[in-house]
């Protein structure tokens, strides 16, 4: 069996690929604190693979945190504290995972990888 972690991040804030690397790096501890155990021992023992993606914009951001809820996935969405370069409060990404690659795919797998 395959599993992934994903995590969506929104393409309109303006930051940058540091604040960006941070905010991916909580989403994707926060998935894994929030996982069970079983899971992140096999998606560790297979690689830990991880895999950001790109949306548009905090609507859309919500779109697929709400779809990855109604399917029962483990999904962390990160709101920035604002002592940088954002406001405080801004939601910036979401981890989705780390579940089955098939079952993540389901939700995210239209989505382009975040460059």
């Excluded at 950001?52 to 969405?77: I, P, R, W």
Aim: with cysteine; proline share 3%; charged share 25%.
């Amino acid at each position: 069996m395959k599993y992934k972690l994903v995590v969506l991040v929104r393409r309109d804030l303006k930051i940058s690929c540091g604040k960006l690397a941070v905010q991916v790096a909580h989403a994707a501890v926060e998935c894994v604190l929030s996982s069970k155990n079983e899971i992140v021992e096999q998606w560790r023992k297979e690689g830990g693979k991880k895999v950001v993606l790109a949306v548009k914009n905090l609507e859309e951001l919500l779109k697929y945190y709400q779809l990855a809820k109604s399917e029962n996935l483990n999904v962390c969405l990160v709101r920035d504290a604002g002592l940088t370069e954002i406001v405080p409060g801004t939601i910036t990404c979401i981890g989705i995972g780390p579940d089955l690659e098939g079952k993540i795919d389901k939700i995210t797998g239209n989505l382009p990888l975040y460059k």
